[in-house]
């Protein structure tokens, strides 16, 4: 999915993760608190080392002084002991909300894409989703565990400095502060380009994803066509493009960091000059500079860290955008709010078509189906034949509701599929594809995909009736037996029988094969058509196939071409009506 980069990003974008922070307040109300009490530790410093350097170094009496220096060092080693607990239990915090938060999106994103209708997937890359769910949230646990609670620590921490220092030396760090004012203006020019490319960085690094997810989901065809080299080559501009963008943002920021420190150092030199003229006049303590000193090294590294958090709060803000774009995506296809009652579960379910005229977003100039009428009583075994690209599977997307028609309606039962919510419609529909999908799991589980409670004997009892248990009992181990991704393990008729077993588990009132024999030798093909006989019987089933020989026995044969329905009947009355289906039927049954 090619996204437009978005110039008015920043760290606000990061405001989409409170929703996420919420459940966590008292989590995050204690983290906030080890930070404070960390960070006032660390100024806590430089005033036991004025202490120690105006109070324990004055005595004259060696043994006076040596008992001084003892307690002013056991004050800073309290000090170190008191940073050392805070800043332990603040790590602790702040990580675990890091990873709770992180997995949090991660979920709601994943939960959020699976809702979306097939039209999201026709402009939106797999391989984009992956990206967004790992990198983008990965960067996202960067900050909050780890960058975010860095900069609030050191913010604190510099503004104490910066206070401390305005109340000890009023005159000296008003002129700082007016030198710090307009570091401002040209960081936030950096500032504003560096977003700006992190977006496009995280983008292009989203786009080679979504290529290598592509290629190797069809590794086979890849290296049939031996292409191997091609898709490397492809794949290595990609990555290269988004590395050029990369060293563009990097180099930037680097840009930005360097700036703010000399700035800021500079700034704060002069102040510490300035320091060292009034030690030398007399106007302040030793202990005084010293405690100055520190202060400015305190204020120096804080606005170090802050620009670096800065630039990580840039590319998280990218990031968080781009999981938000995600979780605002609203799939054209929702439940009624106020469904209508439940269906009854009963063994077959009448289907009427009324009108439907419908074409694809993708292709909004070019009807999909027109005019579209079919009544399918409840029982019945309805055929869908017609050339490829007639609109038969299409007949499939619009009853289970993966798109809306633009006229017309489709009733299930007597009731507008549009009323019912999109659980109960599809709970009872079972369909068998042409390309079945085979997870990366056991056989067990892959069959009891069709019904999750449903028991060990169940499965088996599908497994035998897609004739499918014979070839499951005879993998290493079982129905055990891990499948590979995709079913890499299986043959495509072992695949299908698989599905078929899926769906008869299921056991629905509604039946949808969608040439689900296409991928059976000879014999196989006899032995899952009589299972598919047994589990049709007293169901209703609308069945798509090529090969006219399978749906010979059908109750009624629908014809369709090019979205219209032209012919329906049987077999023997197609056959004598000489039209579309003769033609087909006499180009396969004569050869």
């Known amino acids: 999915m090619t996204e437009t980069v978005s110039p008015a990003s920043s760290p606000t974008s990061l405001s989409g993760l409170l929703p996420f922070l919420r459940p966590y307040r008292l989590r995050i109300g204690l983290a906030l608190v080890f930070l404070i009490l960390a960070a006032a530790s660390t100024l806590a410093f430089p005033w036991a080392l004025r202490s120690l350097i105006d109070s324990g170094l004055v005595q004259t009496d060696p043994g006076e002084r040596m008992m001084a ?8 080693f309290g000090v170190a002991v008191a940073l050392g607990v805070f800043s332990a239990a603040r790590f602790y915090m702040v990580s675990w909300l890091g990873e ?38 990965t960067l996202v646990q960067t900050v909050v565990g780890s960058s975010l609670s860095q900069g609030l620590r050191n913010l604190v921490m510099g503004l104490g400095a910066l206070g401390i220092l305005v109340w000890t030396n009023p005159l000296v760090m008003a002129q700082v502060l007016l030198m710090l004012a307009l570091i401002v203006v040209p960081a936030a020019a950096f500032g504003r380009r560096v977003r700006k490319l992190s977006r496009d960085s ?86 005084h500079l010293g405690q100055t000193v520190v202060y400015v090294i305190i204020l120096a590294s804080a606005f170090a860290v802050l620009s670096e958090v800065y630039g990580d709060l840039l590319r998280a803000a990218g990031a968080t955008e781009r999981l938000m774009e995600l979780l605002a995506s609203q799939s ?133 009736a897609a004739f499918a248990d014979g070839f499951i009992t005879k993998l290493p181990q079982g129905y055990d037996t891990f499948l590979g991704e995709r079913g890499v393990r299986l043959s495509g008729g072992q695949r299908q029988r698989i599905a078929i077993a899926r769906a008869i588990l299921k056991n629905p009132p509604l039946l949808l094969l969608d040439e689900a024999t296409s991928a059976l030798d000879a014999e196989s093909e006899r032995m899952v058509q009589a299972a598919l006989e047994s589990a049709m019987r007293g169901r209703t089933t609308l069945v798509i196939a090529h090969r006219l020989a399978t749906v010979q026995k059908a109750d009624r044969i629908v014809v369709i071409d090019a979205g219209q329905l032209v012919e329906q009947g049987t077999h023997n009355e197609l056959v004598a009506l000489g039209g579309v289906y003769a033609g087909l039927a006499a180009l396969q049954f004569h050869a």
């Open 69 to 76: 220096m003892r307690d002013h060092f056991a004050l800073l």
């Open 202 to 287: 995280q983008d292009r690094a989203a786009d080679s994803s979504a290529m290598a997810a592509e290629v190797l989901n069809a590794i086979p065809v890849v290296q049939s066509y031996t292409a191997e080299g091609r898709e490397t080559r492809r794949f290595t501009q990609a990555t290269e493009t988004a590395f050029e963008v990369a060293v563009r943002r990097t180099r930037t920021r680097s840009g930005l960091v360097a700036f703010i420190i000399v700035a800021t150092s500079a700034a704060l030199l002069w102040g510490l000059y300035q320091g060292t003229q009034a030690v030398l006049a007399g106007r302040i303590s030793a202990g």
């Open 332 to 464: 054209p296809i929702t439940s009624p709010s106020n469904p209508a009652v439940a269906l009854i579960y009963k063994e077959g379910s009448a289907i009427t078509f009324e009108n439907i005229t419908f074409h694809y977003p993708s292709r909004p100039n070019q009807a999909a189906l027109r005019g579209f009428s079919l009544h399918v009583s409840a029982g019945q075994t309805v055929a869908l034949v017609g050339p490829s690209g007639a609109g038969k599977s299409t007949v499939f997307q619009l009853l289970l509701r993966f798109y809306d028609t633009q006229e017309g309606r489709i009733l299930l039962d007597g009731v507008a599929t549009r009323e019912l919510s999109l659980q109960d419609l599809r709970q009872h529909i079972g369909i068998v594809p042409q390309d079945a999908v085979v997870f990366s799991t056991s056989a067990l589980e892959n069959i009891r995909y069709g019904r999750p409670d449903a028991t060990d004997t169940e499965v088996k009892a599908a497994a035998v």
């Open 100 to 137: 709770r938060i992180s997995a949090d999106l991660r979920n709601a994103v994943y939960s959020h894409v699976l809702q979306q209708s097939p039209e999201f997937f026709e402009t939106t890359q797999t391989g984009e989703v992956l990206s967004r769910l790992s990198a983008d949230t």
